[in-house]
Structure formats: structure tokens, C-alpha cells
């Protein structure tokens, strides 16, 4: 999981293959909204219009969009998802449309309830014309116990995503049209204190929040593509030393 982290703020005249490259804390960047005192916002996703959809674990379990580019943005409330405590992962599994991780994670347990993890599918194609959001149960994942970052690996009828359970440390594909999973990938360097969110970008890079680690399976050599089976541990690409 992250830290509580009630502050957005946005990169500007960066490309993000730059910002990767970049060593320095330097970027250009100013503050976007700050949430009140109690608010815990978890994740990101950036619509085709440039406006960010974020999911809430506290104080409760919401999706917001939040235009970035407007000049004092006002938090718009999506969505509640009224069977669960925590909204976490998210990604565009569709044009405007979003897959989100729900389920029972607080801060009290320090994690989730076994068959409490939903994927929702949260349709905001019409949202501008008319204000309605499409919210819809993607898959249930009754063996995952606290699922977490979610990212997509390719869009569309016949795509999939993953999706990390950082208690397991197991990270779950699931077919988009279908709804069902399969366990991907199970590594001891992801399990407890287990992995956190991941991405993909030909390789799939995830993050070791106890160990201060991103790790990283390549498409070459010593690992599968992300549509592939991984056949050796992943690596380790960086380490925060400052243990933020």
C-alpha cells in the first residue's frame, strides 16, 4: 500500500519518457487540490480528456474525478461502492472505460478479508453528455486475499489485466470479457510483506514497499513478456534509500 498520501500534484512539461529518465527531484510541478484531514486517496487514472478518476480508501470507498487543468478544481464524487471499505488499483481497460479494485482493506487490520475482492468496471463514456456512470461487476477473485494495483495489459474484448495481491504475493490475470482469473505469476520476492502496485510497459515492474525496491521481469533473456509465463526471478531496478 502506499502512504497516506493526501496531496496530487501534476508534472508539467515533461514527457513521461523523460520523467523516467530524470534523477533528480526537480521536475516542474505545483499542487493540484489537497483532500482534508481524513481523506486517504489511493490511486490515479487519467482520462482521454485529461481528467484524473481517484480512487478513496477513507473515509470511504469513492471514486472522484478531478480536473487537473482547471484553475481551483472541485472534486466530483463518481461512485460509492457500498459492499466494500477501500477502492484501490485502477486502469483504462477500454476507451473511458476503468477497471477498479474494491474490497474490506483498513488500516486497523493492516490488509483485506478473503472473498471480500471485486473488480468493478466503471463506464464513463456517456458521463460528460449526461452525468451517468455505468458501474458493473467485472470478476470476483475468491482466492485473492488483498488485491491492490491494478494495470492493464491490453485493452479491449480479448484483453487482459493484472492485478497484485499484497498479502499473497501473488499477482492475478484476468480476462476482461470473461471475468475470469489465473494466477500469472508467484515469486517468493513478492510474497509477505508482499508486493504492492505494478505497471507494465513491455515489462512489468512492481513495487517491495517493505524492502524499499521496484523490481522488474524483462521481455528478454531472463523473463517472459507480460503476455508470456515469467521463468526467473524478477530484478531489482531501484531501492529508495531514503525510506520515504
Known sequence: MLPYLPLLAALSGLSAAAALATTTLGAPHHLVHQFDNGFWAENIAVRSNGKLLITMIAPYPQVYQLDPLAPNPAPELIT?????????????????????????????????????????????????????????????????????????IKGGDGGKFLTSDSFK???????????????????????????????????????KLDRHIVYVTTNGGVAGPVNGTITEPGKVVAIDTRRL
Open 80 to 152: 460509492t461502492f457500498p459492499n466494500h471499505l477501500a477502492a484501490l488499483g485502477i486502469d483504462e481497460i477500454n476507451p473511458d472505460v476503468f477497471a477498479v479494485v474494491a474490497n474490506n482493506f483498513t488500516t486497523s487490520a493492516g490488509g483485506s478479508t478473503p472473498g471480500s475482492n471485486t473488480i468493478y468496471s466503471l463506464d464513463m463514456r456517456t458521463y460528460d453528455a449526461d452525468g451517468k456512470v455505468n458501474v458493473s461487476v467485472l470478476a470476483q477473485i475468491p482466492d485473492a486475499v488483498f488485491l491492490n494495483g491494478l494495470t492493464t
Open 169 to 207: 504475493g501473488q499477482i492475478f490475470e484476468v480476462d476482461i470479457k470473461s471475468g475470469s482469473s489465473k494466477v500469472w505469476l508467484d515469486d517468493p520476492i513478492l510474497h509477505f510483506p508482499a508486493g504492492s502496485g505494478q505497471r507494465t510497459s513491455d515489462s512489468v515492474f512492481w513495487t
